[in-house]
């Protein structure tokens, strides 16, 4: 099932892709314009696309096995972090979005026992905090915990 | 001697502290990641991409070129002692490598494979200066009409190397040139794919496609996985040296290795894992004893061991004399390239000599570094896989996150990594690769470009454009590459009787 749905995911982008590439100059191939190469790449993508989704509908549904036990939520926790991340980023900062995120993940994946996981996650964020702002001069988002650390 | 004088310069430029010890670190960083199953040397690149930034250009690139070989000396490790391959270049080596420690000839066969891993490097790094130096003179010569023909031969090559379905890997490169269409067009700066977004001018980074697509990808497929180690055999420093029978046994197979993973290397695709299967089949044909693969053949150790790291010199040869990234490995190191505003190509050897061959050079001293780091310290290797995954993997996420953002300061690339790990860890579920996406995205740009102006040049006349000496010529030796095993395959096809079903 997962399949026809990626499947289908692809289909549709390549059709919001054409879309997307029609709307440009085409041109032509004595004068090939900004959408030329975009509308060629996005007609095959969206043969291809159509050809790969009639074959994964042709096949049989693939029953699901079972995940890795109490892992199974793991990927979803993952994905959700790293989309979350950006949000947090711009409202709370570097230290404490990104405690939050590698707390959520530690305990997420299990590592050891609750206030391990937190403490580490502390660690972590401090340590990375040095390493790329210190050592590697990286602009971090910054507010008054970032500078008050900055100042020890 | 012209060779040897810019080797001399590549010697000078790698030998300073600097570059040696990056040259150590990418050695001893990429033996850690050809150590732990899961994040390959491509994965590490990606993920380590972002900290060149703060490194000189040759640096970076010596960097790169250590952790690329020391991945696939420390992928030997855990498949002899432990039958786990670090990375896939190591699968092979499991088969006679890990039935060799069982009988107690570990230590053995872990030397065989350093002796012949460094063998293959040296070799190929002296293929490498010649092939990248005479390719890069012709490409001199090239205009549009080749550079186009090239990008699309490597692209379809891809496309058949890359395993698993055609149809899967055609639609994964179709979505990389896509990708690689987003931004400015370069031509007449008309906007694309943009939806007024200011950062999305400058087209989709790589960075965040490449740490989305291999790191964070990889991350959630590794979260899923338990976390069991198998039973690693010990090996004392006494137990390392082979004997004179087992020496004698591999050195025909460590330099048959070494040429077949070199000119292997030379195909667009994974060229390191094809090579050791190649070597493999070839060893185990030519052997007098057959029957001993499978059962702790030293053979089938040398021969792998040796192909992958000479195909690793092999696949720098385009990306060094044409620019153009063959595997996805030598994307990153293009993207590495592109961020310290070098385009590599058949100029790079004029206006960067000292990058170019001091790469080369520090491949050398390199190969020398992980032969000495490798022996002794092998059971320190193993110890890394005791770090547990739960911890190290968020702190491989935190890498990914930080790292994409350290580079432009942007929180689009941060939402294009977020969206490009989910997508590349269900694309790779449902069997989709996600190598032709990351080569396509650096190589389309170019191809566009190359395809508009030969068509402008050529007023649209297509034939003209294709019947040219050397594109001519790329495109048949791709056809007859391409259509030779197809016809070959026909041929070799006996008439089946009426009712027979095989």
Redesign the interface.
């Known amino acids: 099932m997962?399949?026809r749905f990626?499947?289908l995911g692809?289909f549709v982008?390549?059709l919001i892709?054409l879309a997307?590439?029609l709307a440009?100059?085409v041109g032509?191939?004595?004068?090939?314009?900004?959408?030329?190469?975009?509308a060629a790449?996005?007609a095959?993508?969206l043969v291809?696309?159509a050809?790969?989704l009639v074959?994964r509908f042709r096949q049989p549904v693939a029953v699901n096995q079972g995940?890795?036990g109490g892992?199974?939520l793991?990927?979803s926790g993952?994905?959700a972090?790293?989309?979350v991340?950006?949000v947090l980023?711009?409202f709370l900062n570097y230290l404490t979005s990104?405690f939050i995120?590698?707390a959520a993940?530690?305990l997420l994946?299990?590592?050891?026992s609750p206030l391990v996981g937190v403490l580490?996650?502390l660690a972590?964020t401090l340590a990375?905090f040095f390493f790329?702002g210190k050592l590697?001069?990286?602009?971090?988002p910054s507010g008054a915990l970032e500078d008050a650390i900055l100042a020890l | 001697m012209d060779v040897l004088q810019h080797l001399l310069l590549g010697f000078h430029t790698a030998l300073t502290p600097v570059n040696l010890f990056y040259a150590l670190a990418g050695a001893f960083v990429g033996t850690i990641v050809g150590v732990l199953p899961g994040i390959g040397p491509l994965g590490s690149m990606a993920i380590l991409l972002s900290f060149t930034l703060n490194m000189d250009a040759t640096a970076a690139m010596i960097f790169f070129a250590g952790i690329y070989y020391g991945a696939m000396y420390g992928g030997s490790t855990t498949s002899i002692l432990l039958n786990i391959p670090g990375e896939a270049a190591s699968v092979v080596t499991c088969i006679d490598g890990y039935k060799m420690a069982q009988k107690g000839r570990g230590g053995a066969a872990l030397t065989i494979a350093a002796v012949s891993s460094f063998v293959a490097g040296t070799l190929s790094i002296i293929g490498l200066m010649f092939a990248a130096s005479a390719l890069a003179d012709a490409a001199l010569k090239f205009g549009p009409p080749e550079f186009f023909a090239i990008g699309l031969v490597g692209l379809v090559f891809l496309v058949r190397l890359s395993g698993g379905s055609t149809n899967k890997n055609l639609l994964m490169m179709l979505i990389g040139l896509a990708l690689g269409c987003v931004g400015t067009d370069h031509l007449f700066g008309t906007s694309r794919f943009t939806f007024g977004i200011d950062e999305l001018a400058q087209g989709v980074e790589f960075l965040p496609v490449a740490m989305g697509l291999f790191g964070i990808a990889e991350v959630m497929t590794s979260a899923r996985q338990g976390d069991e180690l198998g039973h690693v055999i010990k090996v004392k420093m006494r137990d390392l040296l082979p004997t004179l029978k087992e020496l004698k046994r591999s050195v025909g197979p460590a330099l048959r290795g070494s040429v077949l993973g070199f000119f292997i290397g030379l195909l667009p695709g994974p060229s390191p894992v094809i090579s050791t299967f190649v070597s493999y089949m070839a060893e185990k044909k030519l052997s007098t004893k057959p029957e001993e693969f499978g059962e702790g053949a030293i053979e089938g150790v040398a021969g792998p061991e040796a192909a992958n790291n000479a195909a690793v010199g092999g696949a720098y040869v385009p990306l060094m004399a044409l620019g153009v990234p063959f595997t996805p490995a030598m994307a990153v190191v293009v993207g590495a390239l592109m961020l310290h505003g070098i385009t590599p190509g058949p100029m790079l050897m004029v206006e960067r000599p000292e990058l170019f061959w001091g790469v080369i050079a520090s491949m050398y001293i390199g190969n020398f570094m992980l032969l000495i780091l490798n022996l002794p310290l092998v059971q320190v290797f193993v110890q890394i896989l005791k770090i547990p995954r739960q911890l190290l993997l968020p702190l491989i996420v935190l890498m990914c996150l930080v790292g994409v953002y350290s580079v432009n300061s942007s929180y689009i690339d941060l939402y294009v990594l977020a969206l490009l790990g989910i997508a590349g860890y269900l694309l790779r579920e449902m069997g989709y690769e996600p190598a032709p996406l990351v080569l396509a995205l650096v190589i389309g740009p170019m191809m566009e470009t190359a395809m508009r102006e030969s068509l402008i040049l050529y007023r649209g006349d297509v034939a003209r454009m294709i019947f040219r000496p050397i594109a001519g010529s790329i495109y048949l030796v791709a056809a007859v590459a391409l259509l030779a095993p197809v016809v070959l395959g026909l041929l070799k096809k006996k008439p089946q009787p009426p009712s027979g079903r095989v």
């Open positions: 997962k399949e990626v499947a692809i982008f390549s892709f997307g590439a440009l100059k032509t191939m004595a004068q090939p314009d900004a959408g030329f190469m975009p790449v996005g095959s993508l291809a696309a050809y790969n074959q995940n890795a892992l199974a793991a990927p993952i994905a972090a790293t989309l991340y950006p980023l711009s990104t995120v590698l993940l530690l994946l299990r590592f050891k580490t996650a972590a990375s790329f590697l001069n990286v602009v971090l």
